[in-house]
């Protein structure tokens, strides 16, 4: 079994966003950039939501999100109780050379949701302060993380 997952989302700055993940064994810390993938985050929350439906057959998805000029690949599933997350790394935007995998982790599926939760609720809570919304020159993504954290509640 897979180690306790710690996940970091720090608040934007400049429509840029650190991001991390460590689990004691491997590390990936990285800047996210808000566009071309401009609904990424709600799109990670969309999928962690169904991540945590154990009854959903839907249990692998591929999120698509940048960093000038790398690109990112985040493979997350759901495998029996597990979650897996790999992250491939492209070295431009375009996505035809071959990738890289720069960060994978297994572990328990509900204390993974749980981390991720634990860093969306950060976000959430500091967004009138540090101004999400002119940060990261997009929206709060209110409808996908209340649906989220309705999912892991259960």
Not at 60 to 69: A, E, V
Not at 70 to 99: Q, V, W
Not at 107 to 124: D, H, I, M, N, V
């Amino acid at each position: 079994m897979g180690s306790k997952l710690e996940v970091s989302f720090n608040s934007p700055q400049c429509g840029w966003m650190s991001i991390g993940f460590d689990d004691g064994v491997n590390e990936f810390h990285t800047t996210t950039a808000h566009a071309p993938h401009e609904t990424a985050l709600a799109d990670l929350m969309k999928i962690l939501t169904k991540l945590a439906d154990t009854q959903s057959e839907e249990t692998d998805f591929i999120l698509k999100w940048n960093r000038d000029p790398e690109a990112y690949d985040f493979h997350l599933y759901r495998e029996l109780d597990n979650f897996i997350l790999e992250i491939y790394e492209f070295s431009t935007g375009d996505r035809t050379e071959p990738c890289s995998l720069v960060y994978s982790h297994i572990g328990e599926l509900r204390p993974s949701l749980a981390a991720f939760a634990k860093t969306f609720e950060q976000l959430y809570t500091d967004r009138d302060t540090d101004e999400f919304e002119f940060n990261w020159r997009q929206p709060f993504p209110f409808e996908e993380y209340s649906r989220f954290r309705s999912a892991i509640m259960m």
